[in-house]
């Protein structure tokens, strides 16, 4: 059974922290994605990457880096934490081939709090 | 141009009724539209998908109808029931891209 894990499933932080939300998955896939889902929003587009140590900005990057140094695992850093990062926070990975990218799988998602 | 939109925003059907969510695109080059349900508290997952080569895909109770000329497809749940109540996202990607935008989701509740 395919797995992409989180650290955590709520986390509540207090403006100016730096925060980590990290993510694994066990399917070998290239792609790796960062979303923030808000309502009415849909899936936000934050950060991904295609390869280890290879990263690309998405629509709304600011506030927030990412470290791949690992094929399984991506990091999403939020340098000073601010409330309006309150969010929920999913990670997906994917194939990098093909139909690869509309194909993604999910975790279970980081609700974050912040105060 | 590479905006997804995703109508209605919430949908309420009776059980074993039709539900309709609906799609549009602008960028021609999209070649695969997948849908994803997330249920509260979990993850969206991939439901189905459909490539522009045909006009329909069924699986089981879930269908997609995709048309091409006016750049819209659609999911339609037949004999909607309780257990389906979620959130729907469309989406579209392209072959060779890395990205898939996703529709603002669709709230689906339907009543016993």
Known sequence: ?115 | QQQVKQSPQSLIVQKGGISIINCAYENTAFDYFPWYQQFPGKGPALLIAIRPDVSEKKEGRFTISFNKSAKQFSLHIMDSQPGDSATYFCAASMTGGFKTIFGAGTRLFVKA
Request: hydrophobic content about 30%; proline content about 3%; some cysteine.
């Open chain 1, 1 to 115: 059974d395919v797995k992409v894990t989180q650290s955590s499933r709520y986390l509540v932080k207090r403006t100016g922290e730096k925060v980590f939300l990290e993510c694994v998955q066990d399917m070998d896939h290239e792609n790796m994605f960062w979303y923030r889902q808000d309502p009415g929003l849909g899936l936000r587009l934050i950060y991904f990457s295609y390869d280890v140590k290879m990263k690309e900005k998405g629509d709304i990057p600011e506030g927030y880096s990412v470290s791949r140094e690992k094929k399984e695992r991506f990091s999403l850093i939020l340098e000073s934490a601010s409330t309006n990062q309150t969010s929920m926070y999913l990670c997906a990975s994917s194939w990098l081939g093909g139909q690869g990218p509309g194909e993604q799988y999910f975790g279970p998602g980081t609700r974050l709090t912040v105060t």
